[in-house]
């Protein structure tokens, strides 16, 4: 058994678009350095990813984001998934909601799960429930999450670590330490 890296909603939209901002774009690179660690370490890297239909329910919480087939809903140009790489898109916060995340994790043989990308208190922390629920072990490096603010952040990154037993660390550790949990 081993680690897998999900990048969530590392898209358009969310770094330099309608919801995008300084801190998402300043998470790009931390988050680039870390897959390309990982990909020479030989573990999987899984990008999930909103493609909402143009009327989705969700946005009468949210403005209208990552229409599917729209460039707001694709990966940023310096984390496009390469040969090797998975891409599962997303209509919820959740990464495993009506996914094959589940599936796929299980058929690569993972039992952990690293959780990178965008929000830190939405979607990031609603896929580490999930994945505490399916059995997985939560890894968080810190500085390749990111929330619109510090406070939202050291929250979500407390609640992880309380309620899901979830790991927080930064990139620098996991890649010193082989990906291993």
């Not at 990008?47 to 946005?59: N, P």
């Not at 309620?163 to 996991?174: D, F, K, Q």
């Amino acid at each position: 058994m081993g680690a897998a890296v999900v990048v969530i909603d590392m898209i358009n939209d969310f770094v330099s678009g309608v919801y995008g901002g300084p801190r998402a774009e300043a998470l790009v690179p931390r988050v680039r350095g870390l897959l390309g660690a990982a990909r020479s370490a030989g573990v999987p890297v899984i990008h999930v990813t909103d493609a909402h239909a143009a009327d989705d329910g969700e946005f009468r919480v949210w403005r209208p984001h990552a229409v599917a087939g729209t460039r707001g809903a694709e990966v940023v140009e310096a984390l496009k998934p390469v040969k090797g790489d998975h891409h599962l898109r997303k209509t919820r916060y959740s990464c495993f909601y009506l996914t094959r995340l589940d599936g796929l994790l299980r058929r690569l043989g993972v039992d952990t799960v690293i959780l990178t990308g965008l929000v830190t208190n939405i979607c990031v922390q609603h896929t580490a429930a999930d994945a505490f629920f399916y059995g997985f072990r939560l890894v968080v490096p810190r500085d390749c999450v990111e929330a619109v603010g510090d406070l939202l952040q050291e929250q979500a990154l407390a609640y992880m670590r309380e309620m899901y037993g979830a790991e927080i660390t930064r990139s620098s550790e996991l890649i010193k330490r082989g990906f291993k949990a």
